[in-house]
């Protein structure tokens, strides 16, 4: 099998499940349909993908990598760090601090996929003594 029809795969696999996979998630889900591809080589199509862009690469705080199709444009994510409850939002909301930085700094950011981590509003209501 060519290496592009992998990336294929792997494409298809992260935008039907539209979700964070991690790269054994992902691996998973493409050895239920094709047994025959071992894990390095589903591992190094994946690098490729976040190489080129078609795919982000984050840190969640749960410990692995999760890996994301990034067809929809840039998203980031708010993650609570109590109950895990994951609110992903627009990247014009974070655009103007991403120019402000960019400018400031004469810096380039490829950060394509931003995780803040922090406590969600419900978990602040049920914990008001806690920071
Ligand atoms: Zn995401
Ligand atoms: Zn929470």
Redesign the pocket.
């Known amino acids: 099998m060519r290496t592009s029809s992998v990336e294929q795969i792997i494409i298809e696999t992260l935008s039907k499940e539209h979700t964070h996979l991690t790269s054994l998630q992902v691996y998973e889900e493409i050895h239920n349909r094709l047994p025959a591809l071992n894990q390095s080589t589903v591992y190094r199509a994946l690098e490729r993908l976040v190489n080129r862009g078609l795919v982000s690469i984050s840190d969640m705080g749960n410990g692995s990598a999760v890996y994301e199709l990034l067809n929809n444009g840039m998203h980031h994510h708010l993650v609570?760090q109590?109950?895990g409850?994951v609110i992903t939002i627009g990247h014009e909301e974070v655009e103007a601090f991403f120019s402000i930085i960019q400018e400031r700094y004469k810096y380039k950011i490829i950060t394509n996929h931003l995780i803040l981590f922090g406590?969600?509003e419900?978990?602040q209501t049920a914990n008001p003594d806690s920071e």
């Open positions: 609570c109590k109950c409850q406590i969600c419900k978990c």
